[in-house]
């Protein structure tokens, strides 16, 4: 299957979880493009780094300054987007394989497995949590205001 098919994939499972967890239906297409732009970039970061854990950083990167960019200018909380939108990047498979595993006796694959796992969800947390910095680093004006005129804090907080 090539890159804008699994692109498109993405989108329309990403669209569903954000059904499940009850997003509100303007911020559904906006969800579901954020998990287009999650395995994009993860499909790009792949090819040109040659890395699982660097491909899965740069798209969590990605996905949070897409959803704090889209908080600010929908006003809506940016955990609603990336909840949804980091779906197509959660190692799913790599956590059943090594519950498979270990159930199976297989400790040492099922370490390896594991390891592999953990490494891809630590990417994704470190890639959010630059996402999130940067966000913090973001000039005034990008920032959303309060009622009284006063910063409401960096985007999506």
């Keep these: 299957m090539n890159g804008i098919a699994q692109m498109g994939v993405s989108a329309m499972a990403t669209f569903g979880f954000a059904l499940i967890f009850r997003a509100k239906p303007r911020d559904l297409p906006l969800a579901a493009a954020g998990g287009a732009l999650a395995w994009g970039m993860r499909l790009f970061a792949g090819a040109w780094s040659g890395s699982d854990p660097m491909a899965y950083f740069v798209a969590a990167i990605a996905v949070g300054l897409y959803a704090e960019l889209v908080a600010t200018l929908m006003r809506t909380p940016a955990t609603v987007i990336i909840v949804a939108s980091i779906i197509p990047l959660v190692p799913g498979g790599g956590m059943f394989y090594t519950m498979s595993q270990a159930t199976a006796g297989d400790a040492s694959a099922a370490a390896g497995t ?25 000039p005034k004006g990008f920032r959303r205001r309060t009622n009284r005129g006063r910063p409401a804090g960096p985007i999506g907080v």
């Design 114 to 138: 594991g390891f592999a796992t953990l490494m891809l969800a630590g990417a994704i947390a470190a890639g959010l949590a630059v996402a999130a910095a940067l966000a913090r680093l973001a």
